[in-house]
């Protein structure tokens, strides 16, 4: 059993990096923001804005000059010098777009969404503007006016197909060695190949409350997938999580959210209710600069298994469950991003030998590469990650014959991806995977290639 739901919880990693988007940065309301510069780097920023001040005194018509002044005030978070540098500068240019853009672009960071909308909807009616100039207003338009609308919906939606070398979790062995006789196995339990077509959706509805940076926020999650051969692991998956979210800045908690939610999830095997969950969670989220950001998340669940006429003994995994998760990501330039987490979770169920301890970890990153073909095309994605996970049972699994010690195995996986942009917010995202699982007992030892390819379209 709990094989099937390692391979359910991988088979749901793809979908999900490609739900990574290039999201707008979220900076709060005041006068100066978190800074777009690296400490080391402060020192030679504030050298060239005091050579760069005097010279715009001297020049005060030069454009050139107050756009790196204003530029480099922004990198440094004082966002009040950059504007009153633009805005001065509008009185010898006031129909300049790029001005009116940038305005724009700095009282958006500020959260100042109205005044913002002013400045982008004057740089659209300049004449003769830029493409480029055009292209990102209208991207912050559409941000705007997302962000302040009262209730927000967004989400991802990938169809595709998937091949496994080992799609059931089988033994490579066709026999088991029980030292003294090797004991053929079943084919059921050896090693088969399969192709299966997958579809994930991942959807959020974000409702504003009445306190400034507050919010409640329904998510719903959903995988289903159907196999070639393997009809007997075809799957159904949902998890609804809800609940309001608290901004912790009217307590000094500068870009800090806080939230509690509720879980109601379900999963069905080859047609079969299998799994039925509910609980709750908390979370804690901190931004410590603009480029990072970490999240601590702890979550209990109720499991509820159902025995079938292919599963008779799955109700012995029925029980409670506590998972704790840390992650924290950092981008560490304009194209790389890195990443990394690590879970603990403790699994209480009615048979010894399915109740177990778990630890995790996963590190990995996103780089943004420059298409090879389609001049003027969005930057494709390649991400690589890494991970291993420590399985500790409570007891030794019935199915083993060649030892009575409670059941150990080790997990390590390894995976890359490459999505390719289309138009109207689709793209194109290919997966190659590698999983190794280790076991005390042969039996459950196996190792697993697998590829994908989807198409993703995101709202």
Not at 267 to 288: C, E, I, W
Request: glycine letters at 8%; one cysteine or more; hydrophobic letters at 40%.
């Amino acid at each position: 059993m709990r094989r099937t739901a390692c391979v359910l919880c991988l088979a749901l990693v793809p979908g999900l990096l490609a739900h990574d988007g290039q999201a707008f940065a979220q900076e709060t309301s005041a006068g100066n923001v978190l800074p777009r510069i690296e400490q080391g780097s402060a020192a030679q920023n504030a050298a060239r804005r005091k050579i760069l001040f005097a010279k715009m005194m001297a020049e005060p018509a030069n454009l050139e000059i107050a756009f790196e002044y204003a530029s480099l005030s922004a990198q440094a978070g004082d966002l009040e010098s950059a504007i009153s540098t633009l805005e001065r500068m509008l009185i010898f240019a006031p129909d300049e777009p790029r001005l009116q853009l940038e305005l724009g672009v700095l009282y958006y960071r500020l959260g100042s969404y109205d005044v913002a909308r002013n400045y982008l909807n004057a740089a659209l009616k300049a004449p003769n503007i830029p493409i480029s100039v055009k292209t990102r207003v209208d991207s912050y338009l559409t941000e705007i006016r997302d962000r302040t609308a009262i209730d927000r919906f967004n989400g991802a939606v990938v169809f595709g197909t998937r091949f496994q070398s080992n799609a059931n979790g089988g033994t490579r062995s066709d026999t088991l060695n029980l030292g003294w006789f090797n004991l053929p196995l079943p084919d059921d339990v050896k090693a088969d190949s399969d192709f299966n077509a997958f579809m994930l959706g991942n959807f959020l509805y974000s409702h504003d409350l009445a306190s400034q940076g507050d919010r409640f926020d329904v998510q719903l999650l959903t995988y289903g997938t159907l196999y070639g051969e393997h009809h007997e692991i075809n799957t159904a998956l949902a998890e609804l999580t809800f609940g309001p979210v608290f901004s912790l800045d009217r307590f000094d908690l500068d870009h800090t959210d806080f939230g509690i939610y509720g879980i109601l999830g379900g999963v069905t095997l080859s047609g079969d209710p299998y799994q039925l969950s509910g609980g709750g969670g908390v979370m804690l989220d901190k931004a410590f600069t603009r480029d990072t950001r970490a999240r601590l998340q702890i979550e209990y669940r109720h499991q509820g298994y159902r025995d079938s006429e292919l599963r008779p003994n799955a109700s012995d995994h029925t029980g409670n469950d506590i998972r704790v998760v840390g992650s924290l990501s950092h981008q560490l330039t304009d194209r790389l991003a890195v990443f990394a987490s690590v879970e603990g979770e403790r699994q209480y169920a009615r048979q010894d030998y399915a109740s177990n301890r778990q630890i995790g970890a996963i590190i990995g990153g996103t780089y943004l590469l420059d298409p090879p073909i389609g001049e003027g095309s969005q930057p494709w994605t390649v991400g690589l990650s890494f991970g291993a996970i420590d399985w500790r049972f409570d007891g030794p699994d019935p199915t083993m014959f060649t030892t009575t010690d409670d059941r150990h195995d080790a997990e390590a996986f390894v995976q890359g991806s490459l999505t390719i942009p289309l138009r109207s917010n689709w793209s194109v995202q290919t997966v190659l995977g590698y999983r190794n699982v280790r076991s005390n007992d042969e039996i459950n030892a196996f190792d697993d290639v697998s590829v994908s390819l989807g198409l993703m379209k995101s709202f």
